[in-house]
């Protein structure tokens, strides 16, 4: 089974810069990927940003391309999503996830089986 546990939210002004932890433990897959999805109150689960661990390569919602950049530590078994510029509309709940989705799925929730609990991001001047 494997644990993902979140830190690094709070409450900033519009754009500030905040960076979210995403700590692995436990048993992961093999060619797993690893995302963050956030989650506004009463909304559905929202794509961010994605890692594919084989090869690396890197995928993000259109409206955080070049302000947000996610990435892993091997050694500290650790995601991060570094987030710059925050705007009002970044608000939400950060959750991290972890699965095998198949390319055409990468941005939804039902690609991934493992959740964080999540941590909280306020943007708001």
């Known amino acids: 089974q494997v644990q993902l546990v979140e830190s690094g939210g709070g409450l900033v002004q519009p754009g500030d810069s905040l960076r979210l932890s995403c700590e692995v433990s436990?048993?992961?897959?093999?060619?797993?990927?690893m995302a963050w999805f956030r989650q506004a109150p009463g909304e559905e689960r929202d794509f961010v940003a994605a890692?594919?661990?084989?090869?690396?390569?890197?995928y993000y919602e259109d409206s955080v391309k070049g302000r947000f950049t996610i990435s892993r530590d091997n050694a500290k078994n650790t995601v991060y999503l570094e987030m710059n510029s925050l705007k009002v509309e970044d608000t939400g709940v950060y959750h991290c996830?972890?699965?095998?989705?198949?390319?055409?799925?990468?941005?939804?929730?039902?690609?991934?089986?493992?959740w964080g609990q999540g941590t909280q991001v306020t943007v708001s001047s």
């Open positions: 436990g048993r992961t897959y093999n060619g797993y990927t």
């Open positions: 890692y594919r661990s084989n090869g690396g390569r890197t």
């Open positions: 996830a972890i699965g095998v989705p198949i390319l055409s799925a990468i941005r939804s929730s039902r690609g991934y089986r493992d």
